[in-house]
């Protein structure tokens, strides 16, 4: 018996639906409201809120409603959280909820991008989803997401370390990122924690200047060096001219400090040696104002502005760490510390996979006896 042409098509017709609809599953309503702000800071996505008493009425919007396709295919970027507005008020008044039905979208960071509330149907779910996708920006992948948390991971490093300047060049590279997440959250406590430190910086060499003056010199050059850019490090570098010009510094000594670092900076730039060329101009820079300090200053932003030599620099930096903690998981597998090795091999290949240490810290995974 030959098949209907037409019944075929509607067979393929048939199954297509079928598949797209397997392929959008029921949504994933979390009832707690810790729960939800904390996966979507960590997975940096958007909250959708479902505001609605624990009744019938609520049910039979969610299955009337949120059974929609097209409302599943349009959260399905969101972490959708279920909760009664009576019992939080806090967060419905974030969307001056007037009844008791209502959807509403918003960021980790407490911003409300979008609303609808009353007898609202699939068609207003789906705009409210839209427009707060549109506020939100695009959904950075699981790669980008693992980058950020590979910063924040080696600012917290850093910062333990006191190394102020490279704690705040990795929490800059998330606050940069504009992704709104948890990471964004934490950079910005970071940067707030080397603020916070810079200051005490400060305050302690100006009482060590009022103790003794020509010790202070190394204390505000530290604070130049570590905290460039600043107001504080502006702070810090008047106070140490101030002390050349008034005698305690020896200027010609400086002068000459100042000449071999730059000259030593320069023969690095020539060698390609980047990251080390880039030391001794901050140096330079670090120090009294000299006849030298402007031909650093220029020299450094000049390196910094070439994003090859950046990514040298970066990536020889990278190669660094990496290889120092490349070393520590060898001492730990050597005490047969096999769980603590497998750690620190793990957050390597996290945070610096494309090193050469990582494919090495792979085959030591591959070799460790563990359970």
């Known amino acids: 018996m030959t098949r209907s042409p037409v019944l075929a098509a509607l067979g393929c017709i048939l199954c297509v639906s079928s598949v797209v609809r397997a392929e959008l599953p029921a949504i994933d309503w979390l009832h707690e409201r810790e729960a939800a702000f ?76 979008a609303f609808s509330e009353g007898e609202f149907r699939s068609d207003e779910v789906v705009n409210t989803a839209h427009e ?5 920006g695009p959904i950075p992948t699981a790669a980008e997401i693992a980058r950020l948390a590979a910063s924040i991971a080696r600012a917290e490093r850093a910062l333990a370390a006191k ?18 997440s948890a ?9 707030a924690e080397i603020d916070a430190a810079a200051a005490a910086a400060l305050k302690a060499a100006m009482a060590k200047e009022a103790a003794s003056p020509a010790g202070a010199r ?3 050059e530290s604070i130049k060096n570590d905290f460039g850019g600043t107001a504080v490090a502006a702070e810090a570098a008047a106070r140490l001219d101030a002390l050349v010009e008034s005698g305690v510094v020896d200027f010609r000594a400086v002068e000459n400090a100042a000449y071999l670092a730059y000259r030593k900076a320069l023969r690095f730039e020539k060698l390609e040696r980047f990251a080390d060329a880039a030391a001794a ?17 220029a020299a450094l932003e000049r390196l910094e502005n070439n994003p090859a030599v950046m990514k040298a620099i970066e990536n020889a930096r990278d190669e660094k760490e990496a290889a120092a903690m490349y070393r520590q998981a060898e001492m730990w597998a050597a005490n047969e510390a096999f769980a603590k090795a497998e750690g620190v091999l793990r957050r390597l290949t996290a945070e610096y996979p494309e090193t050469s240490a990582a494919a090495k810290a792979w085959d030591m995974l591959r070799r460790l006896p563990l359970r």
Not at 281 to 297: D, I, L
């Open 38 to 113: 904390a996966k979507a800071g960590t997975e940096a996505r958007p909250l959708f809120i479902f505001f609605a008493e624990v009744n019938k009425g609520a049910r039979l919007i969610e299955m009337s409603v949120f059974d929609d396709d097209r409302v599943k295919a349009a959260l399905k970027d969101f972490v959708c959280l279920r909760i009664d507005p009576f019992e939080h008020k806090g967060l419905a008044e974030k969307f001056n909820l007037q009844i008791a039905f209502a959807v509403g979208a918003m960021s980790v960071d407490g911003e409300a991008m």
């Open 132 to 136: 707060a996708l549109k506020k939100f």
């Open 163 to 180: 190394d102020y300047a490279r704690a705040s060049q990795e929490a800059q590279k998330v606050i940069r990122s504009g992704v709104r």
């Open 183 to 191: 990471h964004q959250k934490r950079a910005r406590e970071i940067r």
């Open 218 to 220: 190394s204390l505000y």
């Open 281 to 297: 101009y901050r140096e330079v820079t670090a120090g009294p104002t000299t006849q030298y300090t402007g031909m650093a200053q």
